[in-house]
């Protein structure tokens, strides 16, 4: 076995340090769907995500799902690591319906709540709405660093029935489009 001797290199040459690092991947991004599509406006968070999953622009570190009204789903989910976050639901917040909001909300910590307070967070976890889900997450040590609630104003949420008020429906669009350019952000 011979050993052949080393050929001079030609063209361009690289003189940048040979790094052994990998490269770093975008940060992962859950983007989790909730509401009840029973109650009217209460589904666009449900509407937004089916959209949004069938969007060409999807960033491949985004993942998405739809946890309707059960929120164990969303802390069962998070337990696969995320670096962000994104709620999408219906959101009162006294505005024009179909207004969107970011919200950017302050998850308390479960530990520092007297222990009767805790008895009764954690009595029933049935309907976990997103509060109490960011909150049992945050408590299991799996919520991301970087949390989001992409939320718009519903017209009516009160009663049984099917579909999105006309404002509401209007904002499915612009809901997916917020949270494409927010995926981009956070990655």
Known sequence: MSI?????LTGEQNTEPLSLKEPESPTR????????????????GIAVVQKL??????PANAKVIEVGMAGMSLVQELLDGYGALVIVDAA?????????????PEIPDLAQWPYAQRQDFLADMHYTNPSKALVLARSLGVLPPKVFILGCQPATIEGLGIGLS???????????ERLITAIRQLS
Do not use: F
């Not at 917040?93 to 950017?104: A, D, F």
């Not at 006309?166 to 997916?176: F, K």
């Open 4 to 8: 052949e001797p080393a050929r001079p």
């Open 29 to 44: 991004v859950l983007v989790a769907g909730m509401g009840n599509v029973l109650q009217w406006d209460d589904g666009w």
């Open 53 to 58: 999953a069938r969007h060409t622009a999807l």
């Open 92 to 104: 009162e917040r006294g505005g024009s319906p179909g207004t969107i909001y970011l919200l950017e």
């Open 166 to 176: 006309e404002p509401v429906n209007l904002a499915v669009d612009q809901g997916v």
